[in-house]
């Protein structure tokens, strides 16, 4: 299968502490994989490096078959933990930031979506709670037709009828020949979307395998596996 | 992209500047009132407000500067920024022109108020200026514009360096995840000190100094920012 992502023996340290030790994974095209793991396993060090937030002490990595870049960032949709928008701006100014950087954004269904949401695209981004900030967002990096999408934690922090708005908006808007790479620790929420689970600890990988085939071998779901591997 | 960048940095320091210029502009047109309605007490303590906004123009657009430099690296904004498909040194390069087009206009615009004060208190001061252009010859024309072309260089490559030498020091800083802001200071000083040392080695003239400065400088903040940015 076509991969979208590569990376071997990557390796991140932050001085002596170790954030990602050795990492080796070939993520293929069209798969919606949860990225899991306890906080302070590496999940976000990992996406960080994807995106070029962070750079990798050792290893190599690269997607659609570019070191990353600014050719990887013209195809990677990117949805971090925290709120990155800029709050002197209202909402149609951020949708004109998006469409002027990034050919990929579709503004109409930015549009339709904020429509949705009634969110009015002469509201400004600083009168607004942190949840409708996080929705704005979303909507932003979920409106661009991307080949991967990197959600960190994007259902961390969000009341339940939240998480349900962002995982339609996530399966609704991706498209077909992509694929979404969603941190998270919150397993049962997602774990009915996922086609594949990476499994990571401490920084190294346990396990990354489909959901079927992990429920087949394992003999449980992957929100019990995950309760056994990771139990304090 | 650097079109599109230059114009997020000029309407992000033009929105924190605008009150000051309009400031400027208001305690010139104020004294001109004052003195017409014959109030000099009153129109001293407004020129009095006028020096001390002209303070403030040229001590704020250093700190807005910086501060945009700051927050759109290294707070959650970086977020958005790294992961934009641009060049790293497009990024420097946008902030860098626009803040020295801020840095023009606010020496622009107070040279253009104090001058307003100044006709404004004696009319005769243009009647005054008696410029015997029948006089000038070629050569005299030529040493004027070289005149004003190196005055224009040597403030431009004076501001860029100052601005290159705040860039450098506070991505120093960055590399320092605990004390960014005592590591930031500490580079400052220590450039600032390599400067003045390169410049007595080198025994160039000011031109040719401030410019290799300056390159070194954006040299520094590019290599830092490409090659070992770490948004924590």
Known sequence: ??????????????????????????????????????????????????????????????IGG????????????????????????????????????????????????????????????KNMSKGTKEKVQLILVMSREADLYLLDEPIGGVDPAARDYIIKTILTNYQEKASIILSTHLISEIESILDEAILIKQGNLILHDSVDEIREKKGVSLDALFREEFKC | MLIHLFKYEIKSIFRQLLPFYAALILFALLEKVFYMLQMPTIMSFTALFHILIIAAVMVFTLV??????????????????????????????????????????????????????????????????????????????????????AFIYGTLMYDATAILIIYASVSIGHLS????????????????????????????????????????????????????????
């Open chain 1, 1 to 62: 299968m076509d991969s979208i992502l590569q990376c071997q023996n990557l390796t991140k340290h932050y001085g002596s502490t170790c954030g990602l030790n050795d990492l080796t994974l070939d993520i293929p095209r069209g798969r919606i994989i949860g990225l899991l793991g306890p906080n302070g396993s590496g999940k976000t060090t990992f996406i960080k490096l994807c995106t070029g937030l962070l750079v990798p002490t050792s290893g190599t990595l690269t």
């Open chain 2, 64 to 149: 807005v500067i910086t501060r945009r430099f700051y927050s759109n690296f290294f707070s959650n904004e970086g977020y958005l920024t790294f992961t934009l498909p641009v060049k790293t040194w497009e990024l420097i390069t946008s902030k860098l022109i626009a803040a020295l087009l801020f840095a023009f206009t606010g020496m622009l615009l107070t040279f253009a108020t104090v001058f307003f004060l100044f006709v404004t208190i004696n009319p005769d001061i243009l009647s005054g200026i008696q410029f015997p252009f029948s006089t000038i010859t070629p050569d005299d024309m030529l040493n004027l514009t070289t005149h004003f072309a």
């Open chain 2, 177 to 232: 995840r605990e004390h960014s802001i005592f590591c930031a200071f500490a580079a400052f000083f220590g450039l600032f000190i390599f400067g003045q040392i390169f410049s007595f080695v080198l025994g160039a003239n000011y031109y040719v100094t401030s410019l290799l400065l300056c390159g070194i400088f954006f040299i520094i903040t590019n290599y830092i920012l490409s090659h070992r940015l770490n948004l924590a």
């Open chain 1, 66 to 125: 570019h070191p990353i870049g600014t050719e990887t960032k013209k195809i990677v949709s990117y949805l971090p933990e925290h709120t990155y928008i800029n709050n002197w701006m209202r909402v149609k100014e951020m949708l004109e930031f998006f469409s002027d950087f990034y050919k990929d954004f579709n503004v109409d269904k930015a549009r339709d979506m904020l429509q949705n949401l009634q969110i009015g695209l002469d509201d400004k981004l």
